[in-house]
C-alpha cells in the first residue's frame, strides 16, 4: 500500500466520525505534527 492509498484511506474513516472523536482527532494531528515540524 502506498502513502496515498493510505491517505485516502485514512480520510474515508475520518468522515465516519462523530463530533467528538473528530475534536479528539483533530487535536491529537495536530500534536503529531507540530512535535515533527519542530523536532526538524
Same mark, same amino acid.
Given at each position: 500500500?502506498?502513502?496515498?492509498?493510505?491517505?485516502?484511506?485514512?480520510?474515508?474513516?475520518?468522515?465516519?466520525?462523530?463530533?467528538?472523536?473528530?475534536? @479528539?482527532?483533530?487535536?491529537?494531528?495536530?500534536?503529531?505534527?507540530?512535535?515533527? @515540524? @519542530?523536532?526538524?
Amino acid at each position: 500500500m502506498k502513502t496515498k492509498d493510505i491517505m485516502i484511506e485514512n480520510n474515508q474513516y475520518r468522515e465516519l466520525l462523530n463530533e467528538e472523536n473528530k475534536s @479528539f482527532y483533530k487535536a491529537l494531528l495536530l500534536t503529531v505534527r507540530s512535535r515533527s @515540524f @519542530f523536532k526538524r
